[in-house]
């Protein structure tokens, strides 16, 4: 009996199913040829108003086009132009770095130019002080200079004369 009263419980809650979704659904209208038509006319009207709108979008894109390629082609004569002028610009550089250079070099012999000019004289000057010297004090003879030889004969005659003898010894010279 329970088996029974299941079936029964499982057929009638199918069938109010089945019932519930037939009822909510709509019977649609009858649609005449007429709006049919119509419907189609104003479709195609609006496919040609897209038709137009995408025929304007392909001439902006296209306008777009041409003024990105004469950006390009402005950037390309730019840079050739940019080119020219960084090119103009490193060889004014490399000439003014040659002309410091240059300037230097000619400072840096024009001031030993200055000095040989300047030190030729008292080199000059040393060396006639240099030749007087060893003419006056004939320093080449061979038992001695002229001054070595003239502090021996006064010593030699300090040893007769007491007065040049003291004279000797107070200037060391004994």
């Known amino acids: 009996m329970k088996n029974k009263t299941t079936i029964l419980t499982l057929l009638l809650a199918m069938l109010?199913?089945?019932?519930?979704t037939v009822q909510a659904v709509d019977v649609a209208p009858r649609i005449s040829d007429r709006e049919i038509i119509e419907k189609l006319a104003a479709l195609e009207a609006g496919q040609k108003a897209l038709s137009t709108r995408i025929d304007d979008v392909n001439t902006r894109i296209d306008d777009v086009n041409t003024r990105i390629d004469d950006l390009r082609t402005d950037m390309k004569a730019g840079q050739e132009a940019l080119s020219i002028r960084i090119t103009s610009l490193e060889q004014t550089m490399l000439a003014l770095f040659g002309a410091l250079t240059a300037l230097v070099v000619a400072m840096m012999g024009y001031m030993a130019w200055d000095r040989r000019t300047?030190?030729?004289?008292i080199i000059d000057r040393l060396d006639s002080l240099e030749?007087?010297?060893?003419?006056?004090l004939d320093l080449r003879h061979e038992e001695g200079s002229r001054l070595t030889r003239q502090l021996k004969a006064l010593?030699?005659?300090?040893r007769n004369d007491a007065k040049l003898k003291e004279i000797l010894r107070d200037l060391s010279l004994l």
């Open 131 to 136: 030749m007087e010297v060893v003419r006056e």
């Open 16 to 20: 109010m199913l089945s019932v519930s």
């Open 155 to 158: 010593k030699e005659y300090a």
């Open 118 to 121: 300047m030190i030729k004289p």
